[in-house]
């Protein structure tokens, strides 16, 4: 009978969350230079989103010159023709509104949230760095410095920071998602000012970007500024290079140690998966969600709280165009070894390949998928990136509304079938990660 009760509060929970998950409007189309053009209007709030997404990321680097797609992130907040050194950020932050932008292994974003009145401001300096970006000297060594700091930061001085680059190294041989996002200083060091504008000319073109807009707006008045402002701003007029090298099927474990300026050593296991948007994506996507998302996930009550083998215990799936990755990461406890928590961890995935997750964690999974669905989409920037991803990656914004539905179709035995196929070791790269010895 409690089963009953529990089964049904989680059926009862799903559907109340779908139900509050409104269907997200738009309207899409393309203008004359190729450029992708996505709209959504919310009058609920007097603010608005103003994003351009570039199709270019650490995957379409030179391997001699990486490091290009994360170093125009900072490059072009520089300034324009028309916008000096420095008054971008002020601009924005004077009239009322943030912005930022981020790079990945696929793709560059750029977005302000702007008071709804400054719509055509937005606009015209996201134009701006489209069309008339300085690639100068002085701010590409500007630039330099700043992602120098940036790397010490986030990668030298922090603790783990350099993780993940090892081991997309070890996990792609082949296939660029091998090189880091940051790349290589001395790759940007001995770059010289041609090479930058040569990247500028190649991937910041209308025709490999989508402008999407949500938040207070009105149509019609939104359309004859965007054409004012991106109408007139020419094609690229060359191709577009695009990554064509697949990576070869792992036959075998990789196994690897790492040392760092760490206090506590970590476990690290990567699996390749399916790019995102495949059918095999959403039950491994599910998985990862079992093993790893809040405080009763398996990982999470057996490793951390009943084992106190590790002080954490995560699992992360990678949503790439090209090849997926679950990357598991775990910082062992006091007094435990590596290998003790490694083996804790291997429990964990012969047991969900081999053992059929109970009806009722299956519906706490659902619930915990349906969250995150409407959190992602629940600011106007969540649903301009959305919209911009789900077009650019998959080929229809409507996924927005839909792609649950490919959640709600995975079943308790494909997510135990996307264990057995996808966790194995044979599909892996091992790391252990220590803290360096002192000399």
Same mark, same amino acid.
């Given at each position: 009978?409690?089963?009953?009760?529990?089964?049904?509060?989680?059926?009862?929970?799903?559907?109340?969350?779908?139900?509050?998950?409104?269907?997200?409007?738009?309207?899409?189309?393309?203008?004359?230079?190729?450029?992708?053009?996505?709209?959504?209007?919310?009058?609920?709030?007097?603010?608005?989103?103003?994003?351009?997404?570039?199709?270019?990321?650490?995957?379409?680097? !030179?391997?001699? *010159? #990486?490091?290009?797609?994360?170093?125009?992130?900072? /490059?072009?907040?520089? +300034?324009?023709?028309? %916008?000096?050194?420095?008054?971008?950020?002020?601009?924005?932050?004077?009239?009322?509104?943030?912005?930022?932008?981020?790079?990945?292994?696929?793709?560059?974003?750029?977005?302000?949230?702007?008071?709804?009145?400054?719509?055509?401001?937005?606009?015209?300096?996201?134009?701006?760095?489209?069309?008339?970006?300085?690639?100068?000297?002085?701010?590409?060594?500007?630039?330099?410095?700043?992602?120098?700091?940036?790397?010490?930061?986030?990668?030298?001085?922090?603790?783990?920071?350099?993780?993940?680059?090892?081991?997309?190294?070890?996990?792609?041989?082949?296939?660029?998602?091998?090189?880091?996002?940051?790349?290589?200083?001395?790759?940007?060091?001995?770059?010289?000012?041609?090479?930058?504008? !040569?990247?500028? *000319? #190649?991937?910041?073109?209308?025709?490999?970007?989508? /402008?999407?807009?949500? +938040?207070?707006?009105? %149509?019609?008045?939104?359309?004859?500024?965007?054409?004012?402002?991106?109408?007139?701003?020419?094609?690229?007029?060359?191709?577009?290079?695009?990554?064509?090298?697949?990576?070869?099927?792992?036959?075998?474990?990789?196994?690897?140690?790492?040392?760092?300026?760490?206090?506590?050593?970590?476990?690290?296991?990567?699996?390749?998966?399916?790019?995102?948007?495949?059918?095999?994506?959403?039950?491994?996507?599910?998985?990862?969600?079992?093993?790893?998302?809040?405080?009763?996930?398996?990982?999470?009550?057996?490793?951390?709280?009943?084992?106190?083998?590790?002080?954490?215990?995560?699992?992360?799936?990678?949503?790439?165009?090209?090849?997926?990755?679950?990357?598991?990461?775990?910082?062992?406890?006091?007094?435990?070894?590596?290998?003790?928590?490694?083996?804790?961890?291997?429990?964990?995935?012969?047991?969900?390949?081999?053992?059929?997750?109970?009806?009722?964690?299956?519906?706490?999974?659902?619930?915990?998928?349906?969250?995150?669905?409407?959190?992602?989409?629940?600011?106007?920037?969540?649903?301009?990136?959305?919209?911009?991803?789900?077009?650019?990656?998959?080929?229809?914004?409507?996924?927005?509304?839909?792609?649950?539905?490919?959640?709600?179709?995975?079943?308790?035995?494909?997510?135990?079938?996307?264990?057995?196929?996808?966790?194995?070791?044979?599909?892996?790269?091992?790391?252990?990660?220590?803290?360096?010895?002192?000399?």
């Amino acid at each position: 009978m409690k089963k009953t009760i529990l089964l049904l509060t989680g059926i009862f929970s799903l559907s109340t969350a779908w139900a509050q998950q409104q269907t997200i409007k738009f309207e899409k189309y393309e203008l004359k230079n190729g450029m992708k053009v996505i709209l959504h209007q919310d009058k609920s709030t007097p603010i608005v989103a103003v994003t351009v997404s570039y199709r270019v990321g650490s995957k379409n680097e !030179d391997p001699q *010159r #990486t490091g290009f797609a994360h170093f125009f992130e900072h /490059l072009l907040f520089e +300034g324009s023709e028309n %916008i000096g050194r420095g008054e971008y950020m002020k601009m924005v932050k004077e009239n009322g509104g943030t912005l930022n932008a981020n790079t990945t292994y696929d793709r560059t974003f750029y977005y302000e949230i702007l008071p709804s009145n400054q719509l055509e401001l937005g606009l015209w300096m996201e134009s701006e760095r489209l069309l008339h970006a300085k690639i100068e000297d002085i701010g590409i060594e500007t630039q330099r410095e700043v992602v120098k700091e940036e790397r010490r930061q986030r990668y030298d001085n922090t603790p783990y920071g350099g993780l993940l680059d090892e081991t997309m190294k070890r996990t792609f041989k082949v296939h660029p998602y091998g090189r880091g996002v940051i790349g290589s200083m001395d790759h940007l060091n001995s770059a010289k000012r041609d090479e930058f504008y !040569d990247f500028y *000319r #190649t991937f910041y073109v209308p025709e490999n970007a989508i /402008l999407s807009i949500a +938040g207070d707006i009105d %149509i019609k008045e939104t359309k004859a500024w965007i054409e004012k402002y991106f109408g007139s701003i020419p094609r690229g007029g060359k191709p577009i290079p695009r990554p064509t090298v697949k990576e070869p099927a792992q036959t075998a474990e990789v196994r690897d140690t790492v040392y760092d300026n760490i206090q506590l050593p970590a476990v690290i296991h990567s699996f390749k998966i399916p790019a995102r948007g495949t059918p095999e994506f959403y039950a491994v996507d599910m998985l990862t969600k079992l093993l790893s998302q809040g405080q009763s996930s398996r990982f999470q009550k057996n490793i951390v709280d009943q084992q106190q083998k590790a002080l954490f215990v995560g699992a992360f799936p990678f949503a790439l165009e090209d090849h997926g990755v679950a990357l598991m990461f775990g910082i062992v406890n006091m007094g435990v070894g590596p290998d003790d928590l490694e083996a804790a961890m291997n429990s964990e995935y012969e047991r969900v390949k081999t053992e059929l997750i109970s009806e009722q964690e299956f519906q706490k999974l659902l619930n915990q998928v349906e969250n995150d669905f409407v959190n992602a989409n629940a600011t106007v920037e969540g649903i301009a990136e959305s919209l911009s991803d789900y077009w650019m990656w998959q080929g229809n914004p409507d996924l927005i509304n839909t792609e649950i539905l490919q959640y709600r179709k995975v079943t308790r035995e494909q997510i135990r079938a996307a264990a057995q196929q996808f966790l194995t070791t044979n599909n892996r790269v091992t790391l252990h990660y220590l803290p360096k010895q002192a000399n």
